[in-house]
C-alpha cells in the first residue's frame, strides 16, 4: 500500500498547494514587484553591482516582518485539520500516519513560504544579468536568509497550531508570544523598580535576553543595533539561532501533533496541561498588566507609596483574568459560580506577591553585606550636586567599610525623594555593587540629600575611600602648571620651574601617605575639569623648543590636604616676591604670559595664605 | 471482523464509551442502535481510526486500527457530518481519494454516475442539496471498494427512492465482495429491513448484541385476555418487559420464545392468548425500558 511506508503523502501535498494558490500567489506578486521590478526599475539606468548588493542587503533587515505575517497564515491554511471536528475525521479517517499528514502539511506550508521566494531570486538573478550589474552573493544571501527566517516562523506558527484547536486562537498565541516577553519585562522591572527599595532596574542582559525572546523585535533590529549588542552576532549568525530553534519547535510541534488527540479540534487549547498553563499565563499577564493599568486611571499615574491600591487592582485583574481564560476554554459565560477558586487563588497570590514585594518580606530593603564576604565593590555617584559625579569608584574588603556605612545609612533611613522644599537639599543617584565571589548585588537609590547633613558625610568619606591610591613611583615631576579650583570659587594658576614641580609632587605625596586625600583618575589627562581640584601639569619640549602638556594629574583640593596649600601658598609667595622685582626692573613687563601652545587654565589669582594655615 | 475489546473512552473525564466489547462478522451487517448519547458515533469515529482508544483494542482481521494506514485503507466512513475541501467538486474529491487511496476503483466511479443521475460532479460539493451530498459521499466511499463501510445515520436526508437505492447498491457489494457494513440509525425500521446482526448501545456499553434472527425470537409480544378482569400475579422467574392493559386484553412483553412463554402462560388458563413478533423498534424500546433512567420509555409507552 503506496501510504503504509511513507511519511508524505504527495497526494495531500498536492492537494494543499492547489487549494491555497490565492495565498502563495499574493506572497510570489509581492516579492516579484519588491524584488526583480524594482530593482529593474532603480538600477536600469546605472546600473552596479555594488548597488544591487546593498539594495538586496537592506531587504534582509525588512523581510522579517512580512514572512512572520505570512507564516501563521500558512500554517493555519495546511493545518485545517487541527480547528475543525469534521475535517479532524475527515483527516483522521485517511490511510496515512499522523506524522505522514504533519510532514505533508508541515512541507506543504514551508513550499508555500519559501516556492515563491526561488522562483523571484532566479528570476531577479536574470533581470541582474539582463542589467549586467550581477550580485549574486547577495541575492542568495538573501535567500538564505528568507529560508532560515521562514523556517523558524512557520515552525512557530506550527506549534502554536498544534498547541491550539482554533486557528484564531492560534494566530492569536502567535502574535501575544512575539511580545509578551517583552511586555512582561517592562512591567516587572516598573513594578520592582517602583516598590522595592533600592532595585537596580534590569541591566543590558536582562532586555537582551527579552529581545531574543521578542523574535519579531530582534529580527527587525537593524545591523548597527545587532552589533552593539551584549552578544555580538552577525544577521546571518542570528538568522540562524533563529532557524536552530524553529527546528526544535518543528520537533516539538511533530511530538504534540503524535500526541493531539483528534476530538480536540475546535478546542482553545488542545493539551490538557497547556490549559493549566494557559490559565496561569493568563492570569500572571492579564493580573499584571491590567492592575498597573487600573492602578494609573483610578489612583495616580506615580505608582510609589500605592503599594496596598496596587495589590487591590491586581489582585481585581487577576480575577476578571482567571474568568476570561476560563471562558475561552470552556467557550462558555457562565464560568463564575464554577471556577471561583481559581478567580480567588489569583488574586490571593497577587496580593501575597506585591505585599511580600511592597513590605519587603524577603529582606531585599533592608539587606546589606558584610564588609568580609565583600571582595569587591564598586560605587557611581551621580546628581546635580557641586562637586563632581563619581563613576566606578572601587574598593576593595578593607576600604569597603566607608561603603556600607553609607549603604546602612540610606537602608535604614530611606531619603526622601521628593521635590526638595528648599534649596539646601540636592537629588543624588547611588548605584553600588557588590562582588561577593559567587554572588554579585546590585542596589540602585535616588535620594535627596540635605547639604551638610550626616548623609553628605557619608557620602564624602565614602568617595574618598573609593578614589585610586596615588602612584608614588608613577608621577615623573618637572616644569609644568599648578592650577587650583576650589569650593569656595577661588582659583589660579602659576608655571612651575623643575625645582618647583618636585615640591609640588613631594606635597602631593605627603598629603597621600598622610590619609588626607587620593587621586582622582577620572581627569587625568582629560579636558574635563573639576570644582575642587588641584591639577599638576607636567610639560615636555619639542625640539623646536615649544612646549605641551603631556601629563596632568587631579586631585582633590580641600582644606585637609595641609601640605599642597602649604606649597601652594609658598609658591604664591615666590611668586609675588618675583613679580616685585620685576616690577621694580624698568624693562620688565608686569606678568609673565605662558607660551601660547600651552594649555593654560583661565583665572585670576587668589591668596592662598589663608588655605597655607589650615590645619 | 471486527472486534472491539473492552474500549474505554473519555471525554473531559466523562466516561463516553466504558468496556466496549463488540462484534461484527465479516459480510455481516450490523446495526449499531442507541439512544442518544450512548456512543454510536464515538465508536464509529474509533472504528475510522479518528480517535484513539483510552484503554481497550479495536482490530480489524486481528490487525490494530488506529494508525495503521494499511487497515484504514480498507475502511470507509460515511459520517453524520460530512466534510470536503472547500469548493472542491465530486469529480476533485475522486481525483484525492484516487491519489490516496489504492483500491479505488475508477470504472465504478464511471459506472456509479448513472446511479447518481441527480449528483453534477463538477458543481462544488458544499454548493449541493444535503442529500445529494449524502449521495455524492456514497459514490465516492463505494468506489474505495472498502472491505469495511461505516455509515453513521447514512441516509438521513435521502428521498425514499434513492434510500432503496442506496441500499440496493450497498446489499450487492456485500454479496458480490463480501463487504462487512456496520451502520448506525434511529430508523430501526429500515435497519430491521437490512440488518442481520444487532448491537443496542447504551451508555456507552453494549447491552444486547446478537442477530437479529435471535433478537426476535428471544422476546415475544403476547396478547391475552384473562378470565378476570384483572392480570394474575406472574412469578418473578418471569421476565415480564412490559405489561399493559387495553380493556379485557393484557399485551404483555415477555423474555423467552414464543413456545415456551405460551406454555407458562396456559397455566393461567387465558380465554385467549396469541403470540405475536415483536419489530426491532420495539425490542429496542422494552431492552431500553428495563433501564432505569430512560426516560423515553413513558413517554412512548
Known sequence: MRCETSFFSLTLFKKELTRYWPLWGVWLAGWILVLPVGLWNSQRWNGSASVMAADVKTLLVGTGPFIAMIAPLAAVCVFFYLFKPAAANFVGALPLRREGAFATAFCAGYVMLVGPLVAVTLLTLLVELVLGAVAAGSLFTLLGGCLLQSFFWFSFATLCCVISGNGVAAVCFYGIFNGVVMVMTALLDEVLGSFLYGFDRFGQQVWEVAEWFTPIYKMSTSDRELAGALTPVGRMEMLWVYAAVGFLMFLAALGLHHIRRAERAGDLIAFVPVRWLFLVSVTLCGGLSLGLLLLVIIFDARMENHGAPLAGCCAVAAAVSWYVAEMLLHKSFKVFRKHWKGAAVGALCFVVAICAIDMDWIGFTTWIPAPQRVERATLTLTGDFDWPAREGLEYDSQSVSSLIDLHRYVAQHHPDSSTPADTDSYYVGMDLTYDMGLTTQRRTYYFLCPEGSELEALMETAQVAGLPQVDVDASNPREGYVSWRREDETEGWDELDPAQAERAWKAVVEDFQAGRYRSDPQYNNSYQSRDDAIELIWLKRDERGYSYAEDTHTYQCSPKTTSMNRFLAELQAEKAQESQEEDAAPDTEAGDVPPSDTPVPQGAEVPLAEAADTP | ?301
Open chain 2, 1 to 301: 471482523m471486527i472486534k472491539v475489546s473492552k474500549v474505554d473512552k473519555y471525554f473531559d473525564g466523562f466516561h463516553c464509551l466504558k468496556e466496549l466489547t463488540m462484534t461484527v462478522p465479516t459480510g455481516a451487517i450490523y446495526g449499531l442502535v442507541g439512544p442518544n448519547g450512548a456512543g454510536k458515533s464515538t465508536i464509529l469515529r474509533h472504528l475510522s481510526g479518528v480517535y484513539r482508544p483510552d484503554a481497550g483494542e479495536i482490530t480489524l482481521d486481528g490487525e490494530e486500527l488506529f494508525e495503521n494506514p494499511a487497515v484504514k485503507g480498507k475502511v470507509a466512513c460515511i459520517p453524520d457530518e460530512l466534510y470536503c475541501f472547500t469548493s472542491a467538486s465530486t469529480r476533485d474529491m475522486m481525483r484525492f481519494y484516487r491519489g490516496i487511496y489504492p483500491n479505488f476503483d475508477m470504472e465504478r466511479y464511471n459506472a456509479l454516475r448513472e446511479a447518481f443521475p441527480e449528483v453534477d460532479e463538477r458543481r462544488p460539493i458544499r454548493r449541493l442539496s444535503k442529500g445529494m451530498q449524502k449521495q455524492s459521499a456514497f459514490w465516492l466511499a463505494l468506489c474505495r471498494r472498502p472491505q469495511v463501510l461505516l455509515l453513521d445515520e447514512p441516509v438521513d436526508g435521502l428521498d425514499p427512492v434513492m434510500r432503496r437505492q442506496v441500499w440496493s447498491l450497498m446489499l450487492r457489494d456485500v454479496a458480490e465482495y463480501g463487504t462487512t457494513v456496520l451502520v448506525s440509525s434511529h430508523n430501526l425500521r429500515e435497519l430491521e429491513d437490512v440488518c442481520d446482526h444487532v448491537g443496542i448501545l447504551s451508555h456507552g456499553s453494549m447491552m444486547i448484541e446478537r442477530s437479529l434472527k435471535d433478537l426476535q425470537g428471544n422476546v415475544v409480544k403476547m396478547q391475552v385476555v384473562f378470565q378476570e378482569r384483572e392480570a394474575p400475579q406472574f412469578p418473578e422467574e418471569m421476565e415480564i418487559l412490559h405489561i399493559s392493559q387495553v380493556g379485557r386484553i393484557h399485551t404483555i412483553i415477555i423474555r423467552g420464545t414464543a413456545e415456551e412463554v405460551t406454555n407458562r402462560l396456559a397455566v393461567y388458563s387465558p380465554i385467549l392468548m396469541e403470540a405475536l413478533p415483536l419489530s426491532l423498534e420495539e425490542i429496542f424500546i422494552y431492552e431500553l425500558g428495563g433501564e432505569q433512567d430512560y426516560a423515553v420509555r413513558d413517554i412512548i409507552l
